[in-house]
């Protein structure tokens, strides 16, 4: 017996639920996901997900390009939709066939599609930089400064211990503990040089486990 979309959509989202946790919190993908779905099943909810393929998945598309979305934003929300099917034809909730054909579908291309490029994010100049930073808490200034020396991530920045930080080495190495492709089995590891180090070597008083900039 076929399912709806809607029922595909149902058993995906407790999949990604599940799937989509990083320390026990629901990740920014699962909202994305959900985000996507929305407009699926406005569109296509009831019909036969046996039957849902690329001109139905080009619909889709369309109500998102009218939604205002990016260019690039509106393939990555397709390309989870795909991906919904993908992981609806590993279980069997659809044949094989379904997941095979949408795949076919190229993304929208620059110039070629009425979704609007946004244009790339530039790094804040520097002179920008040195005069925020006399209004920031202290605490927050050295954040602010540790990131733009070492290049790191805001996330990374917040979440340094001491523990993480192995000073057996010149420059420091700094072992990112949780980030993107952690469960890739990938490393991660952030240089930390002489002027860095100055910016945090008062907050490495703190316990091993605690946070530096608390």
Known sequence: ESLAVVE?????HRHAKDYYRKHGKPTRELGCIKEASKVLRQRYGTHDANQFGPLALQSVR???????????????????IVRMFKWATANELVPASVYQALAT?????????AAPDRPPVQPVDDA??????????????????F???TGCRP??????RSGDINRDYSPWVYSVSS?????????RTILIGRRA?????????????????S
Not at 128 to 145: C, F, H, K, N, S
Not at 155 to 160: A, Q, R, S
């Open 128 to 145: 920008t930089i040195e005069q925020t930073l006399p209004w920031l808490p202290p605490v927050v200034a050295d954040m602010v400064r």
């Open 8 to 12: 595909v959509i149902a058993a995906y």
């Open 147 to 149: 990131q733009r020396l």
């Open 62 to 80: 369309a109500a998102m390009i009218e939604l205002g979305w990016t260019r690039k934003y509106v393939n990555k929300q397709v390309g989870r």
């Open 179 to 187: 980030h993107k492709t952690a469960h890739q089995g990938r490393a």
């Open 197 to 213: 180090q100055d910016v945090i070597r008062p907050y490495l008083l703190r316990a091993a486990d605690a946070y530096c900039f």
């Open 155 to 160: 996330g990374e920045v917040c979440e340094l």
């Open 105 to 113: 579908l190229d993304g929208l291309k620059a110039g070629r599609t």
